[in-house]
């Protein structure tokens, strides 16, 4: 395999997100990729909520959120001794991971999964979909 400018992990902090965030770094060790992208996306807490908080204050709560939700995956960066960059993006997901991986230039988007038994294991999670739906380069799903 071809290497690739970037690899973008989408991350949200939970235990999933940090197996996918272990997958890429993985990938770099392997010499797969130049750069490693961590990207949080925030919902955008337009509409209502932006009648009574001001923009500053709503920027603000993205950005805390979006740290918090970083901050694991960035660790994990530190102890294997990558250098990772790091984007909180605002709005629908997939549409937003789809515009930095065009931003980018990543060849990859590695983001984790929950594991669902039954029923629901059939079914591809929603964000998933969302985040295959608007990339055009291959999306590794951890689990």
Known sequence: ??????????????????RA???????????LTAELH???????????VSTFVSREQIDSHHRDEGTKAL????????????PAKVHIGVGRQG???GDYVDKLGAGMVVLGTRGHT????VLL???AQDVIAHTKVPVVLVK
């Open 1 to 18: 395999m071809a290497k690739m400018k970037a690899i973008l992990v989408a991350v949200d902090g939970s235990e999933t997100s940090d």
């Open 21 to 31: 965030v272990r997958h890429a770094l993985d990938l770099m060790s392997a010499g």
């Open 38 to 48: 961590f990207l949080n996306v925030q919902p955008n807490l337009g509409g209502a």
């Open 71 to 82: 901050a694991s995956s960035v660790e994990l960066a530190k102890k294997a001794s990558v």
């Open 95 to 97: 549409e937003i991971v």
């Open 118 to 121: 039954g029923l629901a294991g």
């Open 125 to 127: 999670g929603s964000v």
